[in-house]
Nanobody, 124 residues
Framework: VQLVESGGGLVQAGGSLRLSCAASGRTSRSYPMGWFRQAPGKERELVAAINWRGDSTRYADSVKGRFTISRDNANNAVYLQMNSLKPEDTAVYHC??????????????????WGQGTQVTVSS
């Protein structure tokens, strides 16, 4: 499975970005997917996750009410709509796919394929 993220960039605080992640390869069925982020000097953390059908989601407390994860199984894609961005949202954002499970997966260790990441920078 290959994952390619896009949509990152530089935005002012309060602005919005929409990240996209396109999956290719082993996509004969849908799998749980997630967005993680890693800021310099910090560990990778879950931002949002979605189950294989797209009807169950989970968010980090820090992004609840501001970010929305969604997916398009017909096109093997997952999205992260980010609104009301804050400087502390600055990080490299990675999408990931979990081929061994079906539900909403929140632990990085349950994901077996990762994208290269896209940089999100929020200026104050």
């Amino acid at each position: 499975v290959q994952l390619v993220e896009s949509g990152g960039g530089l935005v002012q605080a309060g602005g919005s970005l929409r990240l996209s992640c396109a999956a290719s390869g082993r996509t004969s069925r849908s799998y749980p997917m997630g967005w993680f982020r890693q800021a310099p000097g910090k560990e990778r953390e879950l931002v949002a996750a979605i189950n294989w059908r797209g009807d169950s989601t989970r968010y980090a407390d820090s992004v609840k009410g501001r970010f929305t994860i969604s997916r398009d199984n017909a096109n093997n894609a997952v999205y992260l709509q980010m609104n009301s961005l804050k400087p502390e949202d600055t990080a490299v954002y990675h999408c990931a796919i979990s081929t061994a499970y079906l539900g909403v997966m929140t632990m990085p260790g349950t994901y077996d394929y990762w994208g290269q990441g896209t940089q999100v920078t929020v200026s104050s």
